[in-house]
């Protein structure tokens, strides 16, 4: 995964930050590079960034996106509208600045610069969930995952509208077609307007004639998807990736569910993972602890080599640089962690029995004794 700009570093504020926290230094930093105010060289790419990076940390689905994948675009089925940044431009240079009212429109309630939020009716199809076990090298590397999905499907036979063919939808006579009814007050504020989703055809603007054989009318058929889900690298149990548009299809076309992964990591035979790091255990004899050798150890990424120093105790942790797990969002990587377990010598032969005894002759007793007591 390439690496991505970093939006919480952009807005100085941490991972953990909440949306009003996020709100306050934004408006800091807009108001500091804002071109109109500040006339230095790159202040305009930097206040570009600043609103890159609000537009995704105030929008809860975005920042969630980007928690997990590093970047705010849907991984697979598009059709996520983007913020257009040129238009916001424009918008601002003729109406003036209004930091308020930009960032709220970053929450999504009526984006006034083109709006990227899609409308969403009750009818919309429901949202599945699937669990996936993945083995920590996969959760290290990344992975690329085959599943199928059964899932209620559009039909394809009427494009999901349920009528056996264009002419057996027939407009709607109390809407005229317009699947919602205006009724307009006067009140002694001036003339009120509402305006509500119609009745008669449940706000479709039409009803069916004839239904689809295929799927009866309800435009929708059951089918099972084959799907290629891509694990970041970094995946942890719990890592929720949300695919657009793979759930339930929606009442007579309109808009699908979504899918949600939810990734399980199944334990590791010789790894142990805290956070981004590894643990791991490795058994030396005495002789190498107490001169020191280089042994070579398993990480996630193969075999490399650690150096024991010399009078190395047992339960003495070494670390590994960034052998580790990578950091789904910062892209740094975790360490390993290897503890040193010293093996006592068993089954001696007479001669090595002999040999140790001498060494014992060696060795200054009373000065250990002295550091026991
Ligand atoms: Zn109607
Ligand atoms: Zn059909």
Do not use: W
């Amino acid at each position: 995964m390439p690496k991505e700009k970093d939006f919480y570093k952009t807005l100085g504020v941490d991972k953990s930050s909440t949306k009003e926290e996020i709100k306050k230094a934004y408006k800091k930093l807009a108001k500091q590079y804002h071109p109109d105010l500040n006339k230095a060289a790159d202040a305009a790419e930097k206040f570009k960034e600043i609103n890159e990076a609000a537009s995704v940390l105030a929008d809860d689905e975005k920042r969630s996106r980007y928690d997990q994948f590093g970047t705010a675009e849907a991984p697979q089925f598009g059709g996520q509208g983007g913020f257009d940044f040129s238009s916001f431009m424009h918008e601002a240079g003729d109406f003036g600045f209004d930091f308020d009212s930009i960032f709220e429109s970053f929450f999504g309630g009526g984006n006034p610069f083109g709006g990227s939020r899609r409308r969403r009716s009750h009818r919309r199809g429901a949202d599945l969930r699937y669990d996936m076990e993945i083995t920590l090298e996969e959760a290290a590397e990344g992975a690329t995952e085959t599943i199928s999905i059964p899932h209620m499907t559009r039909c394809t036979e009427c494009k999901g509208t349920g009528a056996r063919s264009e002419d057996d939808i027939a407009e709607c006579p109390e809407c005229e077609g317009a699947g919602y009814i205006r009724r307009t007050a006067r009140t002694p504020f001036g003339l009120f307007t509402t305006q509500g989703p119609c009745g008669k055809c449940n706000g479709q603007g039409a009803y069916i004639k004839a239904k689809c054989a295929s799927c009866h009318g309800s435009g929708k058929v059951s089918k099972t998807s084959t799907l290629e889900i891509k694990i970041p690298a970094g995946a942890e149990t719990g890592t929720n990736l949300r695919i657009r548009e793979a759930g339930e299809a929606g009442e007579r076309g309109s808009e699908p569910g979504d899918l949600y992964i939810v990734v399980h990591v199944k334990k590791h035979k010789v790894f142990e993972r805290h956070g981004n790091d590894i643990y791991l255990e490795v058994p030396v004899t005495f002789v190498q602890a107490a001169l020191g050798d280089t042994v070579e150890v398993p990480t996630l990424s193969g075999k490399a080599d650690l150096k024991i120093p010399e009078g190395t105790q047992s339960g003495t942790i070494l670390r590994m640089r960034e052998k580790g797990i990578i950091n789904m969002h910062s892209q740094e990587y975790g360490d390993q962690l290897v503890k040193v377990v010293v093996e006592t010598p068993t089954k001696l032969s007479k001669k090595q029995k002999e040999i140790l005894k001498e060494f014992e002759e060696t060795l200054n007793k009373k000065s250990l004794f002295d550091r026991l007591f």
